[in-house]
């Protein structure tokens, strides 16, 4: 089959779902690519991320799956796909050494109105992966976890990252109201170039 991929965002951020669509459709012997505008797909995947970004005209395909929190909050991938290692080498200069994924999904924080995730993920931050499902020795980590630090097996977590001795970015945040001792010296232990810390309400 030929498969084509239509990433609606900017290109500064690579696609997960895309890339992991794309590691599977390899795996399967199919030929995956950026779609051309003059090209002709067995079928179409088009991720939105958000809903502001404008989708490009199509080529033409035999069939179409549109995808992302930029069409609706209800889609997902297939269990197969969802847990694939990532073809970064769709994004080649934007992964250059560095792993993108998530080990948790979820938030609990549901008093602010500008965030998806509660509805999007869920009201309770669990796990959904081990690093090992997307890190392979890369030498920077760039986490998309929206709270990982409500999640319960956050220590487990934070030992898998501080073990990788990769330099880690936390790009959803980190939620400073489950700060504690014993998380605190856990996050010591990991390379991080700084932290981001989640302030959802001014009051508290």
């Not at 990433?7 to 794309?22: E, Q, R, T, V």
């Not at 590691?23 to 051309?36: L, Q, T």
């Not at 991720?47 to 889609?75: C, H, M, V, W």
Request: one cysteine or more.
């Amino acid at each position: 089959m030929k498969i084509g991929l239509v990433d609606c965002d900017s290109h500064n951020f690579p696609n997960l779902p895309l890339m992991k669509i794309s590691a599977y459709h390899k795996k399967r012997g199919d030929y995956v690519g950026f779609a051309k505008r003059n090209g002709r797909y067995d079928l179409l995947y088009v991720s939105k991320i958000f809903t502001e970004s404008a989708e490009p005209a199509l080529p033409e395909s035999r069939q179409i799956i549109r995808g992302g929190s930029g069409y609706d909050l209800d889609n997902k991938l297939p269990e197969e796909i969802e847990h694939i290692y990532p073809d970064y080498a769709l994004y080649l200069e934007l992964t250059k050494n560095t792993a993108y994924g998530f080990l948790t999904r979820g938030c609990p924080r549901r008093n602010h109105t500008f965030c998806i995730t509660p509805r999007k993920d869920g009201c309770v931050s669990r796990k959904v992966a081990d690093l090992s499902e997307f890190w392979h020795g890369q030498k920077k980590i760039i986490l998309l976890d929206q709270n990982i630090l409500a999640c319960r097996e956050r220590m487990e977590l934070l030992c898998q990252l501080a073990d990788s001795r990769a330099l880690v970015e936390f790009n959803g945040g980190m939620d400073i109201r489950f700060l504690n001792g014993e998380i605190i010296e856990a996050l010591r232990k990991i390379r991080v170039m700084n932290y981001h810390f989640a302030w959802d309400d001014p009051r508290e």
